[in-house]
C-alpha cells in the first residue's frame, strides 16, 4: 500500500467547488484548505494506482497545480528493515525517548556500511 500528500493550487475563489469534489470523490482524501492551497492524501496498491489518481486531481477544473509532496511505500519500508537485520543488535540507548541527540559522534560514512 502507498499513500502520498498532494497539495493543490487553486484561486480562493474556487476552493469550495473543488473541495467539495474532492470531498464526493473516491480518489483522495481532503484535509486541510489555506490561501488557495488544498491538502490531500491518496492511497494506492502500487504507484501506477497513485499516478491515475494524482492525474485526476490535476485535471479537475480550476486546479492550477497538483505536487506529490510525500510518498511513503511499504515495499520500502520492509526493504529497510531488512538492511537494518543484516546489522544485529542496536543499542539500547538508540530506543530511550530522553536520549540527548547532542552526545552521538558521527565518525564515519554511513555509506561504507551499507545502510
Same mark, same amino acid.
Request: charged share 30%; proline share 3%.
Given at each position: 500500500?502507498?499513500?502520498?500528500? @498532494?497539495?493543490?493550487?487553486?484561486?480562493? !475563489?474556487?476552493?469550495?467547488?473543488? +473541495?467539495?469534489?474532492?470531498?464526493?470523490?473516491? =480518489? &483522495? %482524501?481532503?484535509?486541510?484548505?489555506?490561501?488557495?492551497?488544498?491538502?490531500?492524501?491518496?492511497?494506492?496498491?502500487?504507484?501506477?494506482?497513485? @499516478?491515475?489518481?494524482?492525474?485526476?486531481? !490535476?485535471?479537475?477544473?480550476?486546479? +492550477?497545480?497538483?505536487?506529490?509532496?510525500?510518498? =511513503? &511505500? %511499504?515495499?520500502?519500508?520492509?526493504?529497510?528493515?531488512?538492511?537494518?537485520?543484516?546489522?544485529?543488535?542496536?543499542?539500547?540507548?538508540?530506543?530511550?525517548?530522553?536520549?540527548?541527540?547532542?552526545?552521538?559522534?558521527?565518525?564515519?560514512?554511513?555509506?561504507?556500511?551499507?545502510?
Amino acid at each position: 500500500m502507498n499513500i502520498s500528500s @498532494i497539495v493543490v493550487s487553486t484561486l480562493p !475563489e474556487n476552493s469550495e467547488v473543488i +473541495i467539495e469534489h474532492f470531498k464526493a470523490g473516491d =480518489f &483522495c %482524501e481532503f484535509h486541510h484548505y489555506e490561501d488557495g492551497k488544498i491538502i490531500v492524501t491518496i492511497e494506492g496498491n502500487d504507484v501506477s494506482e497513485e @499516478i491515475a489518481k494524482l492525474r485526476i486531481i !490535476e485535471q479537475t477544473p480550476n486546479v +492550477i497545480s497538483a505536487l506529490m509532496v510525500y510518498s =511513503f &511505500c %511499504e515495499d520500502d519500508l520492509e526493504a529497510e528493515k531488512e538492511k537494518l537485520q543484516k546489522f544485529g543488535d542496536f543499542p539500547d540507548w538508540l530506543n530511550e525517548e530522553n536520549f540527548d541527540a547532542k552526545k552521538i559522534r558521527y565518525s564515519g560514512n554511513l555509506k561504507n556500511h551499507g545502510l
